[in-house]
């Protein structure tokens, strides 16, 4: 402002000083429209004509007209500008539109998750057995079962659960546990697996310090950890009703986001923490920390000990039925055997007892060239392995409770989500009607059908069977690249304001810039409701995984964030456009044309796959 009054108190002006005082003007007036004032110039009309008509050079004359055609064009240009910007926004609205009205069919969804199954008297009867029937058997009718060993290690975990829930039981671990409390391992493949299987270790700070969580109390570790800004979380969580104020909010929101993220561009639950924690590192929520597991068991550790904690976890390929070597299932069916003789000698004589010998026959599954067992003492070790007790023989003579674990809801309902968390609503027919509407002929309750009433709202309008198919994947796509191209231009244009300002030292002009932060923040929103609608859908448990697998399918195919970040003009058009200053060449008919495509027009790329790259 100081060089434009310096202009207006000096005699003879050349064609430069008015141009840069008719831009200026144009620009400071437009400024005080902007702020709700009277629009005051800085010369009065008059005035600023007699300036112009001192100009008697004519080579003064043209560098005025020059600014005169910066002007001519800037007026057509502001309004494209302000057209490519209205257009931006309406884009953004169409594509939010799908996305919102996609979280709000999600959310029916997340609704119908949380209901309990719903179902007739018949159909749960029908269901147990159908249940049972999958569990007991696989799908091309094998029977499953249970080896000598597997069967061997159920005794043992049934006897020591009765030991803890009925004491005064007759059980014949008793007097093992007596013996086995007060031996100490001796087993390496125990001793040496014993942390890992365990969690037995600490945690060490990793800032050079040596800090160790074993050897401080609970609360010393906390406040070791505790960073300033994990302080101030918790401060703000403790002066509300717990819901935190806008800081802890904040940081809640980014974490879902970050974690909507990495599983929309394909990572696992895993891949999220491990990016989360890092996150959180940089931004101080959290301290690093190493765990370290002890390298020795300890010293004190019992026969006893490992058999509460459960035998399966320290002999996987033995009782668990893991995918080992016959070498590995050998050793570790002679390390059993040679640490707990006892325990296993128990066992086997109480299944002789029980179901060998007794009125309940249990025979293991027929194997060629295997005569019937009769007693488990003089089978070949070599033979534990193909030893199998069928399912469906334990089931019938309820061998060690095999039949109240067969007949839990985790079992008959296994893949039913609903049963199983929220429960089993039984339907019956009001006395009205007689049959329920919701009942078909087989008396089964039927779900009703709620994908006609959300097909406007959800993804689904994009499956290829939908009605609207070709139309409804046309206008997201339409949208999608107009957007991106209206917001090039925006960018385009407004780098083309500041380099006439730099060139022509008119600063003031760049007050006609438009401002790109608001769609930015609207891109950006889009670009992160993306994310959370797929972590939604893929966290929803649909009964129909098909619909659901297709439904992230075309979230990855017409809804993929837009890297507007990546829009930038090239360099090489940059300082042709600049070059086109010279002489305001790029203000005249002939090369105007060409200053805008340089600028304002989005090249044509594409990425590995031979698309977009935006």
Sequence with gaps: ?????????????????????????????????????????????????????????????????????????????????QTQLQQAQLQYRTLAAYVTDAIFAEDV?????????????KQYRDAREAGLKKWLYDEDGTERGDSLAALIE??????????????????????????YIAEPVKSKLILEGYNEVMGEGYYTI????????????????????????????LRDMKTTDGSGTEYTQLIATRRLLDRAKVIF?????????????????????????????????PADLTKWDIVEAGLMDFYGGLFCGMDVSGGEYLAELEDFLTEFRELADAIIADIEKLYLTGKKQLQPLPVKGHKPLKDIASLPLEDWSSTVFSWGDLYKLDVYGFKEEAEEDTTIFDGNRRAIINGIAILRASDLLGRSPRINERGYYVEPDI????????????FTEAEDYADNVDIVETARQTLIESYYHLKGYNYALEIIARYYDVPDIVIFQMNTAGIEDKIQALNELIPILYK?????????????????????????PI?????????????????????????????????????CTLPETEDEDGEGAY
Aim: proline share 4%; net charge negative.
């Design 563 to 599: 890297d507007y970040e990546a829009l930038t003009i090239p360099e090489d058009s940059r300082e042709q456009a600049e070059q086109l200053l010279d002489g305001f060449k790029a203000f005249k008919p002939e090369y105007t044309a060409l200053f805008d495509k340089l600028l």
């Design 265 to 297: 561009e394909g990572g696992t639950e895993a891949d999220a923490d491990e990016a989360q924690q890092k996150k959180d590192y940089e931004r101080g929520l959290a301290t690093p920390v190493k765990w370290h597991y002890y390298e020795e068991a």
């Design 109 to 121: 969804y997340r609704y119908i998750e949380q209901l309990p199954a719903i179902m007739t008297e």
């Design 1 to 81: 402002m100081a060089d434009i009054k310096r202009l207006l108190k000096k005699k003879g002006w050349t064609g430069r000083e008015l141009g840069i005082l008719e831009l200026s003007n144009m620009a400071i007036m437009f400024r005080q429209a902007l702020e709700g004032k009277e629009p005051q110039p800085i010369v009065e009309q008059a005035r600023f004509r007699e300036m112009i008509n001192g100009i008697t050079d004519r080579q003064q004359g043209q560098i005025y007209n020059g600014y005169i055609s910066i002007h001519e064009w800037l007026s057509i240009r502001y309004n494209i500008a």
């Design 154 to 179: 159920r005794g043992i975990s049934f006897y020591t659960k009765q030991l803890q829930t009925n004491p005064a039981k007759p059980n014949p671990l008793k007097a093992i546990r007596k013996k």
């Design 536 to 560: 939604k859908i893929r966290d929803t448990n649909y009964e129909d995984k098909e619909l659901k697998e297709r439904k992230l399918q075309v979230l990855k195919d017409l809804f993929q």
């Design 451 to 462: 994908s006609n009433t959300l097909s406007n709202f959800t993804l689904e309008a994009f």
């Design 206 to 233: 990793e800032d050079g310090s040596g800090r160790r969580s074993d050897t401080m109390t609970a609360e010393e570790w906390q406040e070791a950890i505790t960073t300033p800004a994990m302080k101030q979380a």
